[in-house]
């Protein structure tokens, strides 16, 4: 298979996983739990489920452990891009191919649209307990029962708990909020590096590092490698963020999906607008250059995470 197929393959993995794991029962609240679903199932590229899944897999992890997870990430990642989008925010018309969910249900039923998938992810990967207890179900109760079996549940559960708490604090002040605040502050004047690199790396990078550490972490990966994972991580997201800002130059609205040169309408310094179209590019591939040599360490294995690297920086989308 080569990786344009691999790539399919596991985004439609990522959509059933999505689907699977979507608040279904309504009463009351019908409303929003359709708002939820009319931004999740605007597509977007899942980049974030597919990074936490090779990841996994790279680690050695091969159960379904993974996958509220996964579920879980892409719901933060939605929340984030609807709040991003209210007139209080960027004030877009348009995400995913889509009118926002604030153009389409309001800017009450966006915000609370947005708040329920942030509190929707813990309900979904809390779920993992729910696989393990049933995973470990036959044999919890017998008098027998191994001592073997006995640590590698508790192993599970402490790395499921590990996973929580990243998925806790990576999204909040000391990661992507902590991002958009100085975003939200500091656009409008002239950013020094440290200030860009700072929202960059939280804005952005914190949702990609919680991916890939997520997927190192319940796999039960060594120190050393979920070291490794979280640099190659800081690097794809630092990269991914200045494509953003060159496609936000360069793309059309057909291939975004959403309006483009937004960051010139509010007003925002990026990596582009600092140092120009050029010098944003050979960023984007020193920093990708940087991921792949640290991936190489890995092996093969590391095949498809190398080539998503590349994938990522020369996307058009
Ligand atoms: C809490 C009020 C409140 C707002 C949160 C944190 C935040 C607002 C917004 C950050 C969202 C944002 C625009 C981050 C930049 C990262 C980025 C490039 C997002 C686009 O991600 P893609 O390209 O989008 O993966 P798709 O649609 O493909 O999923």
């Known amino acids: 298979m080569d990786f344009e197929q691999e790539l399919q393959k596991k985004t439609e993995m990522v959509e059933h996983i999505i689907k699977e794991y979507m608040p279904r029962d309504a009463a009351f609240q019908k409303t929003v739990v359709e708002a939820m679903e009319y931004t999740m199932s605007a597509g977007g590229k899942r980049i974030r489920p597919v990074l936490m899944m090779s990841?996994?897999?790279?680690?050695?992890?091969?159960?379904?452990?993974?996958?509220?997870?996964?579920?879980?990430?892409?719901?933060?990642?939605?929340?984030?891009?609807?709040?991003?989008?209210?007139?209080?925010?960027?004030?877009?018309?348009?995400?995913?191919g889509r009118k926002t969910a604030?153009?389409?249900?309001?800017?009450?039923?966006?915000?609370?649209?947005?708040?329920?998938?942030?509190?929707?992810?813990?309900?979904?990967?809390?779920?993992?307990?729910?696989?393990?207890?049933?995973?470990?179900?036959?044999?919890?109760?017998?008098?027998?029962?191994?001592?073997?079996?006995?640590?590698?549940?508790?192993?599970?559960?402490?790395?499921?708990?590990?996973?929580?708490?990243?998925?806790a604090a990576k999204p909040g002040i000391y990661g992507m909020i902590g991002g958009q605040v100085a975003d939200v502050e500091l656009t409008g004047s002239v950013l020094n590096e440290e200030q860009l690199t700072f929202i960059y790396e939280n804005k952005t990078g914190a949702l990609i590092e919680a991916s890939?550490?997520?997927?190192?972490?319940?796999?039960?990966?060594?120190?050393?490698?979920?070291?490794?994972?979280?640099?190659?991580?800081?690097?794809?997201?630092?990269?991914?963020?200045?494509?953003?800002?060159?496609?936000?130059?360069t793309a059309t609205f057909e291939e975004l999906g959403k309006?483009?040169?937004?960051?010139?309408k509010n007003e925002k310094v990026t990596y582009v607008t600092l140092h120009g179209i050029d010098a944003s590019k050979k960023e984007a591939e020193r920093l990708s250059k940087e991921a792949v040599s640290l991936l190489n360490?890995?092996?093969?294995?590391?095949?498809?995470?190398?080539?998503?690297?590349?994938?990522?920086i020369h996307r058009k989308n």
């Open 55 to 96: 990841s996994y897999e790279l680690s050695g992890g091969r159960d379904k452990l993974i996958e509220p997870f996964m579920a879980a990430i892409e719901m933060i990642h939605t929340y984030s891009l609807i709040h991003d989008d209210l007139p209080a925010l960027d004030n877009d018309d348009y995400r995913r």
């Open 259 to 264: 309006p483009i040169h937004s960051d010139e």
């Open 102 to 167: 604030h153009i389409v249900y309001g800017e009450a039923m966006a915000i609370l649209a947005g708040d329920s998938l942030l509190n929707y992810a813990y309900e979904t990967a809390v779920k993992a307990f729910d696989l393990l207890e049933s995973k470990y179900a036959a044999s919890a109760g017998l008098p027998d029962r191994g001592s073997e079996e006995l640590r590698n549940e508790l192993r599970e559960r402490k790395q499921v708990e590990q996973a929580l708490a990243i998925l």
């Open 297 to 312: 360490s890995f092996g093969p294995d590391a095949e498809f995470l190398t080539e998503l690297t590349g994938y990522l």
């Open 212 to 249: 890939m550490l997520i997927g190192g972490i319940l796999a039960g990966a060594e120190e050393s490698a979920i070291e490794k994972l979280q640099k190659v991580a800081y690097n794809i997201g630092m990269a991914f963020q200045i494509q953003d800002d060159i496609l936000d130059e």
